[in-house]
């Protein structure tokens, strides 16, 4: 099952990364831009158009400060991410069995669910901590996955159906 569609998500963080840089820039632009003339086209009674200019650019910054401490690191963090995945950079796990579901971490404000999987490579048994991105995906205990990841993250998984007497 493909739990993220590459090209498409890719497609999706590329134009919202642009729209954003694009609509943050002219709103910028625009406000600094009426800011300046509404102070050059007063008339001699400047006081209240500096009342509202300095009203104005206190919300301006605000908005501005919000925005890049909440909204943009979003934005860029999945830019970022799916900026260099295709099918050639997976990692591809043949067998790993799922433990169990750990606490969700944040990375960038961005929430990642933390499952455990267990893993044999010659006579040692290793685990290892692999994350979930934007999927409500239900893994079965002690059931045996074939996985396919980007740096950690799950992006495609398939159940492995073992024979039984």
Do not use: W
């Amino acid at each position: 099952m493909e739990l993220i569609n590459i090209n498409s998500f890719k497609k999706k963080a590329k134009k919202r990364y642009i729209l954003h840089l694009i609509f943050v820039s002219l709103f910028l632009t625009l406000a600094v831009t009426g800011l300046i003339l509404s102070l050059l086209l007063s008339n001699l009674e400047y006081m209240p158009n500096m009342i509202i200019n300095i009203v104005s650019s206190v919300l301006v910054a605000l908005i501005a400060i919000f925005y890049f401490f909440n909204i943009f690191p979003l934005i860029r963090h999945y830019y970022r991410f799916f900026k260099n995945m295709n099918e050639v950079t997976l990692e591809r796990h043949r067998r790993r069995v799922f433990e169990e579901e750990l606490p969700s971490k944040n990375i960038n404000l961005v929430k990642y669910r933390v499952v455990l999987f267990s893993y044999s490579e010659g006579e040692k048994e290793y685990r290892e901590n692999l994350y979930v991105l934007d999927n409500e995906v239900e893994f079965k205990k002690d059931q045996p996955y074939k996985i396919a990841t980007y740096h950690n993250v799950i992006i495609k998984c398939e159940e492995i159906l073992d024979a039984k007497d």
